[in-house]
T-cell receptor, first 115, second 113 residues
Framework: SQTIHQWPATLVQPVGSPLSLECTVE??????LYWYRQAAGRGLQLLFY??????ISSEVPQNLSASRPQDRQFILSSKKLLLSDSGFYLC??????????????FGPGTRLTVT | DQQVKQNSPSLSVQEGRISILNCDYT??????FLWYKKYPAEGPTFLIS?????DKNEDGRFTVFLNKSAKHLSLHIVPSQPGDSAVYFC????????????FGQGTILTVHP
Protein backbone atom coordinates (compact mmCIF):
# COMPACT_ATOMS: atom_id res chain seq x y z
CA SER A 1 0.00 0.00 0.00
CA GLN A 2 1.03 3.58 -0.53
CA THR A 3 2.14 5.86 2.28
CA ILE A 4 2.96 9.54 2.29
CA HIS A 5 5.16 11.15 4.92
CA GLN A 6 5.71 14.78 5.79
CA TRP A 7 8.04 16.35 8.29
CA PRO A 8 8.30 18.16 10.51
CA ALA A 9 4.77 18.09 11.93
CA THR A 10 5.12 21.55 13.44
CA LEU A 11 7.64 24.32 12.92
CA VAL A 12 8.10 27.77 14.41
CA GLN A 13 10.50 29.96 12.48
CA PRO A 14 11.47 33.65 12.71
CA VAL A 15 10.84 36.05 9.86
CA GLY A 16 13.72 36.03 7.41
CA SER A 17 14.86 32.49 8.21
CA PRO A 18 15.03 29.72 5.57
CA LEU A 19 12.53 26.91 5.24
CA SER A 20 12.69 23.32 4.08
CA LEU A 21 9.72 20.95 4.29
CA GLU A 22 10.04 17.44 3.01
CA CYS A 23 7.53 14.97 1.63
CA THR A 24 8.15 11.39 0.58
CA VAL A 25 5.87 8.76 -0.89
CA GLU A 26 6.25 5.01 -0.55
CA UNK A 27 4.66 2.17 -2.44
CA UNK A 28 4.25 3.83 -5.82
CA UNK A 29 6.45 5.02 -8.64
CA UNK A 30 6.35 8.15 -10.79
CA UNK A 31 3.54 9.80 -8.84
CA UNK A 32 2.23 13.29 -9.45
CA LEU A 33 3.13 15.33 -6.39
CA TYR A 34 1.48 18.47 -5.01
CA TRP A 35 2.07 21.10 -2.34
CA TYR A 36 -0.95 22.88 -0.86
CA ARG A 37 -1.36 25.51 1.81
CA GLN A 38 -4.36 25.99 4.03
CA ALA A 39 -4.46 29.40 5.67
CA ALA A 40 -6.48 29.77 8.85
CA GLY A 41 -10.19 29.34 8.17
CA ARG A 42 -9.72 28.97 4.44
CA GLY A 43 -9.68 26.29 1.79
CA LEU A 44 -6.79 24.48 0.18
CA GLN A 45 -4.63 26.48 -2.20
CA LEU A 46 -2.45 24.60 -4.67
CA LEU A 47 1.10 25.98 -4.59
CA PHE A 48 3.14 23.62 -6.77
CA TYR A 49 2.74 20.38 -8.64
CA UNK A 50 5.20 18.01 -10.26
CA UNK A 51 4.69 15.27 -12.84
CA UNK A 52 8.28 14.00 -12.71
CA UNK A 53 11.81 14.49 -11.40
CA UNK A 54 12.92 18.08 -11.85
CA UNK A 55 9.55 19.12 -13.31
CA ILE A 56 7.88 21.77 -11.18
CA SER A 57 4.91 23.96 -12.01
CA SER A 58 4.03 26.93 -9.83
CA GLU A 59 0.41 27.90 -9.39
CA VAL A 60 0.75 31.20 -7.58
CA PRO A 61 3.55 33.77 -7.34
CA GLN A 62 5.01 33.67 -3.87
CA ASN A 63 7.99 33.53 -1.62
CA LEU A 64 8.28 29.75 -1.86
CA SER A 65 9.89 27.29 -4.24
CA ALA A 66 9.66 23.54 -4.75
CA SER A 67 12.03 20.86 -5.94
CA ARG A 68 11.78 17.19 -6.78
CA PRO A 69 15.26 15.69 -6.56
CA GLN A 70 14.03 12.09 -6.57
CA ASP A 71 10.99 10.32 -7.95
CA ARG A 72 9.18 10.09 -4.62
CA GLN A 73 10.59 13.14 -2.83
CA PHE A 74 9.12 16.62 -2.94
CA ILE A 75 10.62 19.57 -1.07
CA LEU A 76 9.12 22.97 -0.30
CA SER A 77 11.63 25.73 0.41
CA SER A 78 12.06 29.40 1.10
CA LYS A 79 15.20 31.50 1.41
CA LYS A 80 13.56 34.09 3.69
CA LEU A 81 10.25 33.49 5.40
CA LEU A 82 7.55 36.14 5.65
CA LEU A 83 4.82 36.39 8.27
CA SER A 84 2.30 35.64 5.53
CA ASP A 85 3.93 32.24 4.95
CA SER A 86 2.34 30.93 8.14
CA GLY A 87 -0.17 28.16 7.55
CA PHE A 88 -0.79 24.46 7.29
CA TYR A 89 1.20 22.89 4.47
CA LEU A 90 0.04 19.71 2.86
CA CYS A 91 1.73 17.37 0.42
CA UNK A 92 -0.34 15.07 -1.78
CA UNK A 93 0.22 12.46 -4.45
CA UNK A 94 -1.82 10.95 -7.24
CA UNK A 95 -1.14 8.01 -9.50
CA UNK A 96 -2.55 9.26 -12.79
CA UNK A 97 -0.34 10.76 -15.47
CA UNK A 98 -2.94 11.72 -18.05
CA UNK A 99 -6.42 13.09 -17.96
CA UNK A 100 -7.92 14.95 -15.09
CA UNK A 101 -9.82 14.43 -11.93
CA UNK A 102 -8.05 11.59 -10.25
CA UNK A 103 -7.92 11.13 -6.52
CA UNK A 104 -5.15 12.77 -4.55
CA UNK A 105 -3.96 11.39 -1.23
CA PHE A 106 -2.67 13.73 1.40
CA GLY A 107 0.06 13.59 4.00
CA PRO A 108 -0.44 14.57 7.65
CA GLY A 109 0.63 18.18 7.08
CA THR A 110 3.09 20.63 8.63
CA ARG A 111 1.93 23.51 10.79
CA LEU A 112 4.26 26.45 10.10
CA THR A 113 4.21 29.52 12.31
CA VAL A 114 6.40 32.43 11.29
CA THR A 115 7.07 34.81 14.19
CA ASP B 1 -12.43 33.81 -9.34
CA GLN B 2 -13.65 31.02 -7.12
CA GLN B 3 -14.61 28.18 -9.43
CA VAL B 4 -15.77 25.83 -6.67
CA LYS B 5 -17.97 27.21 -3.93
CA GLN B 6 -19.33 25.79 -0.73
CA ASN B 7 -21.75 28.47 0.37
CA SER B 8 -22.51 27.03 3.79
CA PRO B 9 -19.58 27.56 6.17
CA SER B 10 -21.15 25.24 8.74
CA LEU B 11 -23.90 22.66 9.24
CA SER B 12 -25.27 21.20 12.45
CA VAL B 13 -27.14 17.88 12.43
CA GLN B 14 -28.54 15.49 15.03
CA GLU B 15 -27.06 12.02 15.23
CA GLY B 16 -28.98 9.54 13.08
CA ARG B 17 -30.35 12.22 10.74
CA ILE B 18 -29.21 13.00 7.22
CA SER B 19 -26.40 15.48 6.54
CA ILE B 20 -26.48 17.23 3.17
CA LEU B 21 -23.42 19.17 2.10
CA ASN B 22 -23.62 21.28 -1.03
CA CYS B 23 -21.13 22.47 -3.61
CA ASP B 24 -21.47 24.61 -6.74
CA TYR B 25 -19.02 25.06 -9.58
CA THR B 26 -18.74 27.46 -12.46
CA UNK B 27 -16.23 25.86 -14.83
CA UNK B 28 -18.12 23.73 -17.37
CA UNK B 29 -14.86 21.92 -18.19
CA UNK B 30 -14.87 20.17 -14.82
CA UNK B 31 -15.75 16.52 -15.33
CA UNK B 32 -14.69 14.81 -12.12
CA PHE B 33 -15.67 15.68 -8.59
CA LEU B 34 -14.46 14.56 -5.19
CA TRP B 35 -15.30 14.96 -1.53
CA TYR B 36 -12.71 15.03 1.22
CA LYS B 37 -13.06 14.97 4.99
CA LYS B 38 -10.60 16.78 7.20
CA TYR B 39 -10.02 16.71 10.94
CA PRO B 40 -8.08 19.57 12.61
CA ALA B 41 -4.30 19.36 12.21
CA GLU B 42 -4.57 16.39 9.83
CA GLY B 43 -4.45 15.97 6.08
CA PRO B 44 -7.72 15.59 4.16
CA THR B 45 -8.99 12.06 3.62
CA PHE B 46 -10.59 11.08 0.33
CA LEU B 47 -14.23 10.06 0.77
CA ILE B 48 -15.97 9.58 -2.53
CA SER B 49 -15.85 10.77 -6.11
CA UNK B 50 -18.07 10.97 -9.16
CA UNK B 51 -17.47 11.29 -12.85
CA UNK B 52 -19.62 13.59 -14.97
CA UNK B 53 -20.97 10.59 -16.87
CA UNK B 54 -22.86 9.62 -13.71
CA ASP B 55 -25.37 11.47 -11.59
CA LYS B 56 -25.01 9.40 -8.44
CA ASN B 57 -22.35 7.39 -6.65
CA GLU B 58 -22.83 5.55 -3.40
CA ASP B 59 -20.40 4.15 -0.88
CA GLY B 60 -21.87 2.92 2.38
CA ARG B 61 -23.36 5.85 4.27
CA PHE B 62 -22.03 8.35 1.72
CA THR B 63 -23.77 9.26 -1.53
CA VAL B 64 -22.72 11.97 -3.96
CA PHE B 65 -25.23 13.46 -6.38
CA LEU B 66 -24.25 15.46 -9.45
CA ASN B 67 -26.54 17.83 -11.33
CA LYS B 68 -24.56 18.93 -14.35
CA SER B 69 -27.15 21.31 -15.72
CA ALA B 70 -27.19 23.18 -12.43
CA LYS B 71 -23.44 22.76 -11.90
CA HIS B 72 -24.19 21.47 -8.45
CA LEU B 73 -23.16 18.48 -6.39
CA SER B 74 -24.10 17.32 -2.95
CA LEU B 75 -22.86 14.82 -0.41
CA HIS B 76 -25.42 12.93 1.65
CA ILE B 77 -24.41 11.18 4.84
CA VAL B 78 -27.02 8.80 6.23
CA PRO B 79 -27.22 8.18 9.11
CA SER B 80 -24.95 10.88 10.51
CA GLN B 81 -22.65 9.92 13.38
CA PRO B 82 -20.71 12.09 15.86
CA GLY B 83 -17.47 10.81 14.29
CA ASP B 84 -18.53 12.46 11.03
CA SER B 85 -17.93 15.86 12.63
CA ALA B 86 -15.17 17.42 10.51
CA VAL B 87 -14.58 19.89 7.69
CA TYR B 88 -15.78 18.63 4.31
CA PHE B 89 -14.22 19.89 1.10
CA CYS B 90 -15.53 19.37 -2.38
CA UNK B 91 -13.04 19.43 -5.24
CA UNK B 92 -13.26 19.42 -9.00
CA UNK B 93 -10.98 18.71 -11.93
CA UNK B 94 -11.17 18.54 -15.70
CA UNK B 95 -10.36 20.29 -18.94
CA UNK B 96 -6.82 21.53 -18.92
CA UNK B 97 -6.34 21.07 -15.19
CA UNK B 98 -4.33 17.89 -15.82
CA UNK B 99 -5.05 16.19 -12.54
CA UNK B 100 -5.05 19.36 -10.50
CA UNK B 101 -7.90 19.76 -8.08
CA UNK B 102 -9.76 22.98 -7.36
CA PHE B 103 -11.12 22.96 -3.82
CA GLY B 104 -14.07 24.69 -2.24
CA GLN B 105 -13.67 26.60 1.01
CA GLY B 106 -15.05 23.77 3.12
CA THR B 107 -18.10 23.21 5.33
CA ILE B 108 -17.77 22.44 9.02
CA LEU B 109 -20.15 19.59 9.90
CA THR B 110 -21.09 19.07 13.52
CA VAL B 111 -23.11 16.01 14.43
CA HIS B 112 -24.68 16.22 17.88
CA PRO B 113 -25.30 13.07 19.93
Amino acid sequence: SQTIHQWPATLVQPVGSPLSLECTVEGTSNPNLYWYRQAAGRGLQLLFYSVGIGQISSEVPQNLSASRPQDRQFILSSKKLLLSDSGFYLCAWSGEKQGAGYEQYFGPGTRLTVT
Amino acid sequence: DQQVKQNSPSLSVQEGRISILNCDYTNSMFDYFLWYKKYPAEGPTFLISISSIKDKNEDGRFTVFLNKSAKHLSLHIVPSQPGDSAVYFCAAAGGTSYGKLTFGQGTILTVHP
